[in-house]
């Protein structure tokens, strides 16, 4: 019973507008109110027979609905009609059964007892009753009573009707009203589902804001923990502070007292410090007469130190013999000679004395060729035992002289395997014993740089190396794609009416410092073109020219000074003959022999119509000598290194090498000036 009064309202309105058309359908079987009766008593009773099955099916139309609970208002129906149904009594045929059936119609809502008798009027007869049985069918004859019947009957029906007609209206308003409440209901279903969704995405929203806060929450409370740990910090911090302050008001207060102290004992000062200002005063005109006469002297020993390179001589010739290698034959005694100078064992040597035996001038007998000795004399003579920095002591004089503003020009001259390359770059293996004329040349350099710094001037340097092989200049600084490739650099004037000369397409590098120098050096023996000979398992076939711009000003005064130093390897001056090479390479040594000789010819040239004073020098006969055509006239320094080797198998090719650098050291150019501004 519960579970049928919590039934959806719905429901309950389809259930009350399906009895609804239960009714209205059985009502719609009644006759209608005022339709005449004129039928014979057979018709009559036919008539009423439909009316006993409507009735009955009425009843069974009230016992379906009235099997379930109701609303409020239909159940009131139900009760009305559940004891008609109940009264409905055994079908029954005949005459006997019209009175039933009207009875029962006349009083529908009567108990189950005994049909009263109908009321008679005056002038009818009755029926004869039974006691506790239902009136009979008058007889055929009682027409007027019959028709009494039908008309109390009739009269019922439309009570009946009307009744049922007025429940029918209620219902279709209760209908009516039931859908109105289910359109409500619907509409209201739809704002309540609009609204679910909508507080279903809030709280997905809230949700997800939640989840942004609890993660919020855990960082705050990360950035609380850190915080307190930092007020922890600070607080211990600040115990720390508070203690360094008392320590800094006690040093404060002995500061304060020093203070004091030191104020008494400047007050005493300022006298010392006005006498010291005149001190310094006379100090510093002191200083200024000073540095006058300081640059006064050293413009005298810039002069003295000229004339004495003059003295020496403006082309100067030294001779340089290396040492017998391992795996080398020893010469035999008395065949190179160191003779003595005037000043004894202690003097350095300058002549040099070569003993050679002539095979043409054998005699028949078998005796021993006559050995014939030639004589030569030059500036300076080193044996093979003399070191690199003996070598480089002699000709630091005319480094200075660059460094003065003279240009120098220092050549290494000899056959090949006679130790040129050694004399002017050194050793492998960077050992310092062993560090040629280039680094140590430099080293000098910045070292007095350095120092005339002191006195008001400063020096730039800017380095280039490059090799002349068969007449074509290349630049042995090149990196890259540019490396051997000698046909871009050409030699050109730096400008229009510019006597400086200028290797186009090579590197002009700043220098400073000797790592910079050693680096260009190794990068430079790489390059540099070398071939096997029958003399020399690795022999140079280029000049190397290595040529550095130095630079100096004096701002102070206003001076300015500038002169190159070349520093040039030559490549091996022997014959033909003796150097030729093996193998399908002939012809190209062949060729590299010309050149060679011819440009040191021309060197020899150029040399010997500058010392003559002639009219034309053949600087442009050569790439070298046209190259280095400024630093060989008269206002230039000249050094030549002649290298001969100690073996006995080449002293053809040394006598050639001697005598050539004899002629040179016969010929003097004029003055030299510098190169001042």
Not at 268 to 282: D, G, I, M, N, Y
């Amino acid at each position: 019973m519960n579970m049928q009064a919590q039934r959806p309202p719905l429901l309950e309105v389809k259930r009350n507008f399906e009895l609804k058309t239960t009714l209205v359908k059985a009502s719609s079987r009644l006759p209608l109110p005022g339709s005449k009766l004129k039928r014979g008593p057979d018709q009559m009773e036919d008539a009423l027979e439909p009316a006993k099955k409507r009735t009955r099916g009425l009843g069974a139309v009230t016992k379906i609905d009235t099997s379930r609970p109701r609303g409020p208002v239909l159940s009131t129906v139900s009760q009305t009609q559940g004891p008609t149904a109940a009264q409905k009594g055994p079908k029954k045929t005949g005459p006997r059964g019209c009175a039933t059936v009207a009875s029962v119609l006349k009083n529908p809502k009567a108990a189950p007892a005994a049909p009263a008798a109908p009321a008679q009027k005056p002038g009818t007869s009755a029926a004869p009753m039974v006691a506790g049985k239902r009136p009979g069918k008058r007889p055929a004859w009682d027409l007027k009573g019959q028709l009494c019947d039908l008309n109390e009957e009739l009269k019922r029906y439309r009570e009946k009707t009307q009744k049922l007609d007025q429940e029918n209206q209620g219902l279709r308003e209760q209908l009516k009203e039931a859908q109105e409440q289910a359109t409500v209901l619907e509409t209201e279903r739809n704002t309540l589902a609009r609204e679910l969704a909508s507080v279903r995405t809030q709280a997905e929203q809230s949700q997800q804001k939640l989840e942004t806060l609890c993660a919020r929450v855990l960082e705050l409370e990360e950035c609380l923990g850190t915080k307190e740990r930092l007020v922890q910090e600070l607080q211990k911090e600040k115990l720390e502070l508070q203690e360094e302050q008392k320590a800094l008001a006690t040093h404060l207060e002995e500061q304060e007292r020093r203070l004091q102290a030191s104020e008494t004992a400047l007050s005493s000062s300022e006298a010392e410090v006005v006498s010291l200002r005149q001190k310094t005063a006379a100090q510093v005109t002191l200083l200024a007469e000073q540095g006058d006469r300081l640059h006064g002297l050293e413009m005298e020993r810039r002069r003295l130190h000229n004339q004495l390179q003059e003295l020496k001589g403006n082309i100067r010739v030294f001779c340089r013999v290396r040492p017998v290698l391992a795996g080398e034959p020893t010469p035999s005694p008395g065949f190179l000679l160191f003779p003595h100078g005037p000043a004894g064992p202690s003097d350095p040597p300058t002549h040099l004395s070569v003993s050679r035996s002539d095979d043409r001038r054998a005699t028949l007998t078998g005796a021993p060729a006559p050995t014939t000795r030639h004589d030569f004399s030059f500036d300076r003579v080193f044996p093979p035992g003399s070191k690199q920095e003996e070598v480089f002591e002699e000709i630091s004089m005319l480094v200075q002289s660059a460094l003065d503003g003279y240009p120098v020009c220092i050549f290494a001259y000899g056959q090949t395997g006679s130790g040129k390359t050694f004399t002017m770059e050194g050793g492998p293996g960077g050992d310092p014993q062993l560090e040629g004329l280039i680094p140590r040349a430099l080293r000098h350099l910045f070292s007095v740089a350095q120092e005339m710094g002191g006195q008001g001037w400063t020096y730039s340097f800017v380095a280039s190396y490059v090799e002349i092989y068969n007449e074509t200049v290349r630049d042995l600084l090149a990196t890259g794609t540019r490396k051997g490739q000698g046909g871009e650099c050409e030699i050109r004037r730096a400008g229009p009416g510019s006597e400086e000369l200028t290797v186009t397409n090579a590197r002009y590098v700043p220098v400073s410092c000797e790592k910079e120098v050693e680096a260009l050096l190794h990068l430079a023996r790489q390059n540099r073109a070398v071939a096997r000979t029958a003399q020399n398992e690795r022999s140079s076939r280029s000049h190397s020219v290595f040529q550095l711009q130095i630079s100096g000003e004096h701002a102070a005064r206003g001076l300015q000074c500038g002169a190159p130093l070349n520093l040039i390897d030559l490549a091996g001056s022997e014959r033909l003959d003796p150097g030729l090479a093996l193998g399908p390479g002939e012809r190209d040594r062949l060729r590299e022999t010309q050149a060679i000789n011819s440009s040191l010819s021309t060197l020899g040239l150029v040399i010997m119509a500058l010392s003559n004073k002639e009219s034309h020098v053949p600087y442009r006969n050569s790439k070298l000598t046209y190259l280095l055509q400024n630093s060989l006239g008269g206002s230039a320094k000249m050094l030549m290194f002649v290298n001969i080797s100690p073996l006995e198998e080449n002293v053809s090719e040394s006598l050639n090498s001697l005598r050539f650098a004899s002629k040179v050291n016969q010929c003097v150019i004029g003055t030299a000036q510098a190169n001042k501004k």
